[in-house]
């Protein structure tokens, strides 16, 4: 039932859909901004004077998903393509690993 | 739902990396052989999916917002083991590479969310799903991400940063995601559903979600 032909389209199919949420990214990121977002945590944090607490041990390369030095949008369109690839290399280098070694059917 | 340092206090950091640990190594041992070959990067494109659909911050007007978190999704489609390792693998990045969540309490952020809410999302799945695959879908996200920001709630609450205000921290992020979880399980059971009916061939156990 799932041929190379077949096994090639849902691939491309999802390299599609991954893309269009990695553009997406920038947008909804604008849009929350725009209503001065808070996460539940955020608010308990606020709620209980835990909010200095917070120190940050590691800050990453791509802080906040951001590009230091680049407009916002483009940091976290940025952010979103370098986390999805890394994400999907990972993972499926995990998936083989964990594989019975078959080829399906 | 992602705890920085500085948080949690550390006995509590510890405990909960040592179990997230041991968790994910009774995972992975159970999902060898899970996948074939051949739909062994199904992992890493729903691993991939699950960080992309985390960046989508859903503007909620009044200050608040909601990303789909994914994990009774991941459970779905891959079962609960590999589900789990799936999101694990996006909390370590998302840590390590964009300091979302922190370092020291990576442990606990893997607890919460590649433990808690998968294998939660998913039990309340199996329960479900056998009268409505599409309401198991649904109540399973939900309530996944609601059991994960209670486990949260908790270990913050147990933490001198929070004033051991337990109650306080339990019934803000309890009650916030109880209704922001409505979109998590939207968004579940309508990604399970479609997902299925696309290519019942790619999950081949999960086909009856769209039932």
Redesign the interface.
């Known amino acids: ?2 041929g190379p032909l ?2 090639r389209d ?2 491309a199919t ?1 390299a599609l ?2 893309l269009a ?2 553009v ?2 920038p947008v ?2 604008w ?2 901004g ?8 955020e ?3 606020e ?4 909010t200095d ?13 951001t590009v230091p030095g680049t407009p916002t949008a483009l940091g ?1 369109l940025v ?2 393509l ?15 690993v ?7 059917d | 739902m992602h705890i920085p340092d500085g948080y949690v206090d550390l006995p509590v950091a510890v405990a909960l990396a040592v179990a997230s640990v041991v968790v994910l190594a009774v995972a992975a041992r159970r999902s060898e052989g899970a996948v074939d070959g051949e739909r062994a990067p199904l992992v890493g494109v729903v691993a991939a999916g699950v960080f992309a659909a985390q960046m989508l911050n859903w503007p909620i007007p009044g200050g608040t917002s909601a990303h789909f978190v994914g994990g009774a999704l991941a459970a779905i489609l891959l079962g609960p083991h590999l589900g789990a390792l799936c999101v694990a693998t996006v909390v370590t990045v998302q840590s390590l590479l964009f300091g979302d969540g922190g370092v020291v309490v990576l442990g606990a952020n893997v607890f919460n969310m590649a433990v808690v809410e998968v294998y939660v999302g998913y039990a309340v799945y199996r329960l479900v799903a056998p009268y409505s695959p599409f309401g198991g879908a649904f109540a399973a996200g939900w309530l996944g991400i609601t059991a994960g920001a209670l486990a949260a709630a908790l270990q913050l609450g147990a933490s001198s940063a929070f004033a051991y205000e337990t109650l306080t921290v339990v019934a803000i992020m309890g009650v916030g995601h109880l209704v922001l979880g409505l979109v998590e399980g939207a968004v579940t059971a309508v990604v399970a559903r479609s997902l299925a009916d696309a290519r019942p061939d790619l999950w081949p156990d999960r086909s009856g979600v769209s039932a």
């Open positions: 039932m799932c077949r096994v849902w691939r999802a859909v991954l949420l990695v997406l990214a909804f990121g849009a929350a725009q209503v001065g977002y808070a996460e539940p945590l608010n308990a944090a709620a209980t004077g835990a607490d917070a120190d940050p041990v590691h800050t990453g390369l791509l802080p906040g998903y976290t952010a979103a370098v986390g999805t690839a890394l994400t999907l290399a990972v993972a499926t280098g995990l998936g083989r964990l594989a019975d070694g078959t080829d399906g």
